[in-house]
């Protein structure tokens, strides 16, 4: 995973060279992330589902995200792995002169409550458990157009990488 997030570091890093103006990320600049969760563990020996999760931030102040998130991942009828909570981010594209209006770094923390529920139906075994947690990530955005783009985001929860489209409004 490691080799995979610095590969997409470094090609949105390269992209960057080009002189296009810088993506600005102020007061009330509003971010939509909807995507599948890749790589994971089965839970307790069984296979899972595609995790699927998405987040919301709004700027607070320059360069300065809040919101929520939430993910889900169900195991084979077995049971489900979910979060939700909140958190923020800070956007890197000004500390790292980065002058590529198409393209977003940031990376954050967040506080997630996550949780783990079961279903054993051959021994009739139910149960569930859960807490809160501190959430960390890192992701990259790249904008197609003005409004619609994709992301790439390394954290912990649901997957550790995810993948998927971004709105900014």
């Known amino acids: 995973m490691k080799k995979i997030f610095s590969f997409l570091v470094a090609a949105f890093l390269l992209i960057s060279v080009q002189s296009f103006g810088q993506l600005s990320v102020?007061?009330?600049?509003?971010?939509?992330?909807?995507?599948?969760?890749l790589g994971?563990?089965?839970?307790?020996g069984y296979s899972g589902s595609v995790a699927l999760g998405a987040s919301f931030e709004v700027g607070v102040i320059p360069n300065l995200t809040v919101?929520?998130?939430g993910a889900y991942r169900g195991y084979s009828g077995y049971g489900a792995y979910y979060s939700i909570g909140a958190r923020g981010s800070y956007h890197f594209n000004e500390i790292l002169s980065i002058a590529n209006d198409k393209v977003d770094l940031y990376g954050g923390l967040g506080l997630i409550y996550s949780g783990w529920s079961w279903n054993e139906s051959y021994i009739?075994?139910?149960d569930s458990y859960g807490g809160v947690?501190?959430?960390?990530h890192v992701g990259a955005r790249y904008f197609f157009s003005e409004k619609i783009g994709g992301f790439a985001e390394a954290g912990f929860g649901v997957a550790p990488l995810q993948l998927g489209l971004t709105v900014k409004f």
């Open 26 to 37: 102020d007061k009330g600049t509003k971010f939509l992330n909807a995507g599948i969760g």
């Open 40 to 44: 994971g563990w089965g839970g307790i």
């Open 67 to 69: 919101g929520g998130i």
């Open 124 to 126: 009739g075994f139910r």
């Open 133 to 136: 947690g501190l959430g960390g």
